[in-house]
């Protein structure tokens, strides 16, 4: 197995992770401990830089690793 496939499945079982917690959040905990809500608290909490910067970080991720491109 190559670095590149090995590297491709950590990222699929850490997403499928995140998920697999975020229901268990519902469902345990309530609506106000998901993932997607304490990211969006955070999000209007912390310095308009930083959010800023992890949204570059993130898309810059996306657009490299991935090739996605606007059609």
């Excluded at 990211?39 to 949204?55: I, K």
């Amino acid at each position: 197995m190559s670095g590149k496939a090995i590297t491709i499945l950590i990222i699929g079982l850490a997403t499928f992770g995140i998920v697999l917690y975020d229901i268990f959040a519902l469902f345990v905990f309530g609506v106000d401990h998901t993932v997607s809500v304490v990211l969006n608290v955070w999000a209007f909490e912390a310095h308009p830089l930083l959010v800023f910067l992890l949204g570059m970080t993130t898309g810059g991720i996306i657009v490299h690793l991935f090739r996605w491109k606007p059609k």
